[in-house]
Nanobody
Framework: QVQLTESGGGLVQAGGSLRLSCAAS????????MGWFRQAPGKEREFVAA????????DYGDSVKGRFTISRDNVKDTVDLQMNRLNSEDTAVYYC????????????????????WGQGVQVTVQV
């Protein structure tokens, strides 16, 4: 079965950096777009970033553009999220997800397009 396991979360000072990683298993990783979403208390799940199956295309939410970088390793079946210049608004539970449809013309940004999700990892940015 599909398994997605996030790691790398924690507490960081404002302005600092964290790197999240998601280990995938149970499907042919290199065929699917992978995404990162986040959800803060009382807020809806928000698109953060996504990367195409081959890694050649990426997309980012407006609030993280220029600060976060998504990457993937199709040998290790992992997708990472490098987060720089963190601020208090980045505090949330971060989720890794796999696109349910495989190859698409455009990278999906809606949570409903993603079929399987990890358990999430907490990121807390301390001011």
């Amino acid at each position: 079965q599909v398994q997605l396991t996030e790691s790398g979360g924690g507490l960081v000072q404002a302005g600092g950096s964290l790197r999240l990683s998601c280990a995938a298993s149970g499907f042919i990783f290199s065929l699917y777009t992978m995404g990162w979403f986040r959800q803060a208390p009382g807020k809806e799940r928000e698109f953060v970033a996504a990367i195409s199956p081959g890694g050649g295309s990426t997309d980012y939410g407006d609030s993280v553009k220029g600060r976060f970088t998504i990457s993937r390793d199709n040998v290790k079946d992992t997708v990472d999220l490098q987060m720089n210049r963190l601020n208090s608004e980045d505090t949330a539970v971060y989720y890794c997800a796999v696109d349910g449809a495989g190859t698409r013309m455009q990278i999906p940004t809606a949570a409903a397009s993603y079929e399987h999700w990890g358990q999430g990892v907490q990121v807390t940015v301390q001011v």
